[in-house]
């Protein structure tokens, strides 16, 4: 059997978030370096029968997945930390309502490409980390709870 021709290199991707879900998409692909998944699963139960060695079993529904993303610390207000940091820190009405949409797509984000997105709340958020015995850029991170969806880019 041959091997697949077709390999998709994870460093020509690119990632896009949507604060609160409505307005523009900003492309932090420029920032981002990191998509970590939790495994997509769907409940499943069994009851074993009287008459039977095996259980009967039953599909179920899906949970929400918490989806990590991570990426290079900066201050410029137009990137994702100073973005996602905001959305995080907003108080008033909108204290319980944290909701973020973000896009990745593998193969770069031309016509025909697979694009995955998720919708949900923000649920972690990780400040800057500090190393004095480190030159490399500072890292952090986002998690966000909702459900994965795949849709193959048109225009």
């Known amino acids: 059997m041959p091997k697949t021709s077709d390999a998709v290199s994870q ?3 690119q990632l896009e978030v949507q604060i609160r879900c409505t307005g ?6 420029g920032e ?7 495994k997509a699963t769907r409940e499943v139960g069994s009851l074993p029968v009287f008459n039977d060695a095996q259980h009967v079993i039953a599909g179920g529904k899906s949970p929400p997945l918490t989806v990590t993303f991570s990426g290079v610390y900066s201050e410029v207000v137009t990137e994702a930390f100073t973005l996602i940091m905001d959305l995080w820190e907003d ?3 909108s204290d319980c309502d944290k909701e973020l ?4 797509t593998p193969k770069g984000g031309s016509v025909g490409d ?6 949900g709340q923000l649920v972690g958020f990780m ?3 500090l190393d004095a015995g480190s030159a490399n850029p500072i890292a952090f991170e986002f998690d966000v709870l909702g459900y994965i969806e795949s849709e193959v880019i048109v225009t």
Not at 24 to 29: A, I, L, R
Not at 32 to 38: D, E, G, K
């Open 11 to 13: 460093a020509c991707s």
């Open 24 to 29: 523009s998409w900003y492309d932090v692909g």
């Open 32 to 38: 981002m370096n990191m998509v970590s998944n939790t």
């Open 91 to 93: 108080a008033g009405v």
């Open 101 to 104: 949409c973000v896009r990745w």
């Open 114 to 119: 697979y694009r995955f997105s998720i919708s």
């Open 127 to 129: 400040y800057p980390p």
